[in-house]
């Protein structure tokens, strides 16, 4: 039997985070992760941080590498019906920066700092699943290298992400599941070439294309592709042809083609699970909601949930004070709904969908137009892709 205070699974973001801040205030916990640390090391996802994100990582010292490396902007450009494309600036609207820093370089400087204070963490788990989840001690059961296990606890952090066992772990009867997938993914690359300058969103006749960056020689791609697509049907040739074929000349000349090192379909979805907590559980990150990345919000709201659960059981521990853990999930909802919304916003916006009716291109297309117009919808679009404020946060 291992005891501890906070049993975490999962070592994606979440859980590597939601450990070091405990760790640094003196709450020891134990995370159980499925996948081998190669594994989980070798995942292409997110690439855009928003500053609340930024600020957090600095708060907790895991933030030396991403100053150094990460890439600043101002703002992101938008592009459409092969018009030069125009810049939305963040900065300027609403006084706030966004970072692109990849989520594995994230992925990476969390584990060195678990390395460093020699963290309980355990790969390639099996077979994870809880005892009671009211009342303590509560019980994590599970195998480790042919071996049951148990460990006893007083919270488990589900950080297991969107296919974990912490959601289904909640009795039907008290999750109130929002579902909605999308008639289509994002194809991504990454290749060792030099990236456009600018995060460029394109809304193209055949369809939509996202130009982003992991560093000065690392470039990230993205384009819509119809769900079920086989990734087989797309060699690099034709995925740069399709790529250049949805910017406008005057961009798909800059755009500098070169041998994929990833390359991955990711479905879109929007998800939200009520309430994020169930007795002992608290589910934080995707274990508890997806976006579609159009608003890169995932990873952020990820970071978000984390401060939120860390602060509350970091009260808990030291003043005796249950209040903020009580009020957990409904404090990070608030944040997670916004940005569930304006990922939503933006997807319908930017992409093409299979039932548009002609009627329904020309709002688009105007809502663009709007957009390209007027300084307040700018203003608007800046404040919810820069994030908005953690509640609290001092
Ligand atoms: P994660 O899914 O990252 O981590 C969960 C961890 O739990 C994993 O390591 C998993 O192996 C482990 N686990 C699962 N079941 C377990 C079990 N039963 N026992 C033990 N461990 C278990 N966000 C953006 O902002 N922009 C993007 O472009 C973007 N692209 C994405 C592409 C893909 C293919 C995916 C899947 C997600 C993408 N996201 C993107 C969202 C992504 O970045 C998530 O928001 C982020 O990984 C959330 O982190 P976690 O909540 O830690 O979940
Ligand atoms: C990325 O760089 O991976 C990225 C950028 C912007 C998004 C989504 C993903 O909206």
């Known amino acids: 039997m291992m005891q501890t205070r906070v049993a975490i699974i999962g070592a994606g973001p979440s859980g590597l985070l939601l450990s070091e801040i405990l760790a640094q205030q003196g709450i020891e916990s134990i995370v159980l992760e499925r996948e081998t640390r190669q594994h989980v090391l070798a995942r292409i996802r997110a690439g855009v941080l928003e500053q609340t994100t930024v ?26 019906a092969g018009r030069n494309s125009f810049f939305i600036d963040v900065h300027r609207h609403c006084g706030k920066r966004f970072t692109a ?8 400087d969390l584990y060195a700092a678990a390395d460093a204070r020699g963290a309980a963490i355990l790969h390639g788990v099996r077979n994870v699943r809880f005892g009671s989840l009211q009342g303590t001690p509560a ?31 909640i009795p039907a009867g008290n999750v109130h599941v929002f579902d909605k997938t999308y008639p289509f993914g994002w194809l991504g690359v990454l290749s060792e070439t030099p990236p456009l300058h600018e995060i460029i969103y394109a809304n ?8 982003s960056q992991r560093s000065p020689s690392l470039s990230r791609y993205y384009i819509q592709v119809p ?14 042809a399709e790529l250049k074929a949805r910017f406008p000349q005057e ?4 755009i500098v083609a070169g041998p994929s090192i990833e390359k991955s379909i990711a479905p879109l979805r929007s998800f939200v699970a009520e309430p994020m907590r169930h007795g002992r559980l608290f589910l934080a990150g995707d274990a508890a909601h997806i976006v579609p990345p159009t608003g890169a919000k ?10 939120y659960l860390s602060r509350a059981l970091a009260a808990f521990y030291r003043d005796d004070d249950d209040t903020l853990l009580e009020h957990y999930s409904d404090t990070a909802l608030r944040r997670v709904w916004h940005s569930e919304r304006t990922s939503w916003y933006l997807t319908r916006l930017l992409h093409r969908f299979p039932d548009t009716s002609d009627f329904d291109q020309r ?7 709007y957009l390209l117009s007027s300084p307040h919808a700018q203003a608007a679009l800046a404040e919810q892709y820069a994030g908005l404020p953690l509640e609290g946060w001092q």
């Not at 769900?227 to 740069?240: C, L, N, Q």
């Open 227 to 240: 769900m079920g697509t086989d990734i087989a049907e797309w060699p690099d040739e034709r995925f740069w």
């Open 55 to 80: 600020d957090v990582l600095r708060r907790w010292g895991l933030a030396r590498r991403l100053d150094e490396q990460g890439h600043v902007h101002d703002g992101m450009k938008i592009v459409w």
């Open 298 to 307: 995932g990873l952020n709201l990820a970071v978000s949930d984390i401060y």
């Open 204 to 211: 193209h006749p055949r369809g939509f294309a996202l130009a």
């Open 139 to 169: 019980r994590v059961a599970f195998e480790h290298e042919g071996q049951a296990r148990e460990i006893e606890c007083d919270f488990i952090a589900g950080c297991d992400g969107f296919h974990g066992v912490s959601r289904p772990s």
């Open 251 to 254: 961009l798909a000349e800059r």
């Open 101 to 108: 820093y990849g989520q594995s370089r994230i992925q990476e």
């Open 363 to 369: 709002m688009k297309e105007y809502e663009l137009e």
